[in-house]
T-cell receptor, first 112, second 112 residues
Framework: DAGVIQSPRHEVTEMGQEVTLRCKPI?????LFWYRQTMMRGLELLIYFNNNVPIDDSGMPEDRFSAKMPNASFSTLKIQPSEPRDSAVYFC??????????FGSGTRLTVV | AQSVSQHNHHVILSEAASLELGCNYS??????LFWYVQYPGQHLQLLLKYFSGDPLVKGIKGFEAEFIKSKFSFNLRKPSVQWSDTAEYFCAVLGGYNKLIFGAGTRLAVHP
């Protein structure tokens, strides 16, 4: 298995632009998680899905953030409009039941 | 409330020194505990996990951790660190609804 695949690896965008981050979980995993990592706040859980349904989005910082999982093999995290304080590394992870999480390589987002 | 506390934010050691990173958790349910490692510029990787059974868990690269239920602790140990162990280490507990709750992380720097 190729593991959890995230794209792009790096994204640099201007303030106010829309940013879309993509994630392909491991086949057969029914949980998908989006995390944000910054020096100041560490690892923050933004939202997670079970069987494509959002279970807990309490970590989503603002209405500018939205996430979807249209099918079992794809999820997106969108920021519109983006702001410099959104600069971070965004990780996607997937798991099956109570198995170990597998993390993707992350997307390093820089908003200038 | 579910939480994980890591006592040390930064640890600096010389090669061959022994390592112990503290981790305490707060969770009332069945305890599943993890240590993840993040090497510079990389994603999180599983070091070891505890689900049940022997409270002394051995992981990859010579790491081990001991689950002490009475102390709500899951400290990570390695008898002799190497320069290549320089990384950030995260303790985590699996909370309700399969949600992984991370500690703030401990940055380890190993000097040759």
């Amino acid at each position: 298995d190729a593991g959890v695949i995230q794209s792009p690896r790096h994204e640099v965008t201007e303030m106010g632009q829309e940013v879309t981050l993509r994630c392909k979980p491991i086949s057969g995993h029914d949980y998908l998680f989006w995390y944000r990592q910054t020096m100041m706040r560490g690892l923050e859980l933004l939202i997670y899905f079970n069987n494509n349904v959002p279970i807990d989005d309490s970590g989503m910082p603002e209405d500018r953030f939205s996430a979807k999982m249209p099918n079992a093999s794809f999820s997106t995290l969108k920021i519109q409009p983006s702001e410099p304080r959104d600069s971070a590394v965004y990780f996607c992870a997937s798991s099956s039941g109570q198995s170990v999480y597998t993390f993707g390589s992350g997307t390093r987002l820089t908003v200038v | 409330a579910q939480s994980v506390s890591q006592h040390n934010h930064h640890v600096i050691l010389s090669e061959a020194a022994s390592l112990e990173l503290g981790c305490n958790y707060s969770y009332g349910g069945t305890v599943n505990l993890f240590w993840y490692v993040q090497y510079p510029g990389q994603h999180l990787q599983l070091l070891l996990k505890y689900f049940s059974g022997d409270p002394l868990v051995k992981g990859i690269k010579g790491f081990e951790a001991e689950f002490i239920k009475s102390k709500f602790s899951f400290n990570l140990r390695k008898p002799s660190v190497q320069w290549s162990d320089t990384a950030e280490y995260f303790c985590a507990v699996l909370g309700g609804y399969n949600k992984l709750i991370f500690g703030a992380g401990t940055r380890l720097a190993v000097h040759p």
